[in-house]
């Protein structure tokens, strides 16, 4: 138990279909980020929210839209996706997007397959 | 922000102790050093955070020099689950930036 839950754990979609990536996070914490893991590549940072704002959008094209709700919840809406988008989507939160020793607590991710 | 480089890989045999050295010429005054592990499609774990000197706890040692330029983290007698890739960060909060990782391979 990570204390950070993604759902689903894997997703196969076609180019045109819509679905959204879900993460939940049960550790209090006040910022939630979403990153790509593509394979033998570096994990990169895609979006950061701190108390349900976005903070950081590093670049990611418009078919991947996130949404925070609240606190605990972070989702990552999908549409009209390439091949080049399959990849480990984790999520992870933190107590403070702005405090130095506070760390990342991840999710074991959704595994992404686009068809 | 700070960029970190580290061995792509390293081997070892059960029963040893792996020190997997991280530099990061360009770390900040406020920036703290922290090591995740990583499993083949799971999310990175936290090991142990440090900003200077040595911290411990109960899986790892994290050894920072006073310069903090470089740091090194510590297993003591590893075993065959230890085999993960191991990731050294440095910086503040959010910002983080992860680099390739250490691809730590334990043999029987």
């Known amino acids: 138990e990570t204390g950070v839950t993604q759902t689903p754990r894997h997703l196969v979609m076609g180019m045109t279909n819509k679905k959204s990536l879900k993460c939940e996070q049960h550790?209090?914490?006040?910022?939630m980020y979403w990153y790509k893991q593509s394979a033998k590549k570096p994990l990169e940072l895609m979006f950061v929210?701190?108390?349900?704002?976005?903070?950081e959008n590093n670049s990611v094209p418009s078919r991947f839209s996130p949404e925070c709700p609240n606190s605990s919840h972070l989702f990552l809406h999908l549409h009209t996706l390439q091949p080049e988008d399959s990849a480990l989507y984790l999520c992870?939160?933190?107590?403070?997007?702005?405090?130095?020793?506070?760390?990342?607590?991840f999710g074991d991710g959704t595994r992404l397959s686009i068809l | 922000l700070a960029k970190t480089t580290q061995p792509i890989s390293m081997d070892s045999y059960e029963g040893q102790e792996v020190n997997i050295t991280c530099s990061h010429n360009?770390?900040?005054?406020?920036?703290?050093i922290t090591w995740y592990q990583q499993f083949p499609s799971q999310g990175p774990r936290f090991i142990i955070q440090?900003?200077?000197t040595k911290v411990t706890n109960e899986v790892a040692s994290l050894f920072i020099p006073a310069d903090r330029k470089s740091s090194t983290l510590s297993l003591p007698r590893v075993s065959l689950s230890d085999t993960a890739v191991y990731y050294c960060?440095?910086?503040?909060?959010?910002?983080?930036?992860f680099g390739q990782g250490t691809e730590l391979s334990v043999k029987p």
């Open positions: 440090g900003y200077k």
């Open positions: 550790l209090g914490h006040n910022a």
């Open positions: 929210y701190s108390l349900e704002e976005r903070v």
């Open positions: 992870a939160s933190s107590q403070d997007f702005r405090s130095s020793n506070q760390p990342q607590h």
């Open positions: 360009n770390i900040a005054t406020n920036d703290y």
């Open positions: 960060l440095v910086g503040q909060g959010g910002k983080l930036i």
